[in-house]
């Protein structure tokens, strides 16, 4: 009897090159993760100096409150941004130190995503009673 030969183990440049097709994907998602913060940092500095200007242009109406609010949800939307990128930077770690490894371990995203998509959530729950309430 022939018994069919049991495949091949994969080549060590094949597997250098899927390292490296994962690597370039882990920088790509970080850049996109950086780009997202940048862009929340720069929506809460806008609402901050929106507010303020329409505060200094109007000085006789009570636009007070609505700048304090203004520039309390500016300043969440910064550190928002903060907390994304350093949880962004922890996972492009954790992600490289895994390819660097020989024997390759994949580690599950699922609670980043959890957390990611919470927080969104949170935020979109928070700026609808805010718009439902006109606080």
């Known amino acids: 009897m022939n018994f069919p030969e049991p495949p091949k183990k ?3 440049t094949i597997t250098e090159l899927a390292k490296q097709r994962n690597c370039q994907a882990a920088q790509r998602t970080l850049t996109a993760w950086i780009q997202n913060s940048i ?3 720069g929506l809460g500095i806008a609402l901050d100096r ?6 200094k ?5 009570s636009l007070e409150e609505s700048h304090k609010f203004a520039h309390i949800f500016g300043l969440s939307l910064i550190a928002f941004a903060i907390v994304i990128l350093i949880i962004a930077l922890w996972q492009y770690r954790l992600e490289i130190q895994a390819l660097e490894r020989n024997d390759y371990l994949f580690l599950s995203e699922r609670p980043l995503i959890i957390v990611t998509t919470l927080a969104v959530v ?4 928070i700026t609808a009673l805010i718009i439902i309430f006109k606080i």
């Open 10 to 12: 994969p080549s060590q």
């Open 122 to 125: 949170f935020f979109g729950f």
């Open 57 to 61: 242009a109007f000085p006789k109406t």
């Open 39 to 41: 862009k929340l940092m």
């Open 50 to 55: 929106i507010s303020l200007n329409l505060l």
